[in-house]
């Protein structure tokens, strides 16, 4: 799309034309670019915002970045603040920090899983396993099934011992949901004690855990 043509959809009332004009700046340059979306940082479509989002993160500029942080801090949509988390993480190791605080500051399940499911991507296991134990502290079930399906991503890494152990720790929940969680991370590790708790969980009261816990024998 024409720069003329994108400049005059972003005017259209009908928030349809500015998606499209805003999906189109990705075919520019920065110094094109930057301007158009940080005029619709405050869109008052909520779909616009979200896209603006998500074309901020291919920018990889400083102003793309204060964009971001500015959205995932005051946007008062979950879902635009949820892709502004995504976005941030493609900027790497220099945005874990800002989202350790916005997972500590926003409470809202879309938000926290968007950031857990950002730093599993970031090959940052310290900060991974620090909102890993905050979520799983917290009250929402989606965000500490995606927690426990975090420390299954860490069997790998330098902080293993200390994902397996909060593993370990929940693999006689009360929620049949967790148990079956804690089963499948559990089949990424290869300890003795990750062995016997997935014995253990396919003897489990619940088919869906039993079923999770089986998996790995059938992958054999």
Known sequence: MELLEIE???QYADYQYRLKAVSALREHPPEIAMPLLTRHILDPEFLVRTFVARELGHQKTAD???????????DNTPNVRAEAANSLSLFGPIAAPHLVQSFARDNHWLVQTSI???LVEMDCPDILLEICEL???GENQNVKESAIDALGSLANSTRNEQALAQLLALKGADSPGIRQ????ALKHYDQPEAIAALVALRNDADHTVVGAAMEPLLEE
């Open 8 to 10: 005059a959809n972003l």
């Open 64 to 74: 793309a970045f204060a964009g971001l942080l500015e959205l995932i801090m005051f």
């Open 116 to 118: 857990l499911a950002a």
């Open 135 to 137: 979520a799983l502290e």
């Open 181 to 184: 969680r804690v089963a499948y």
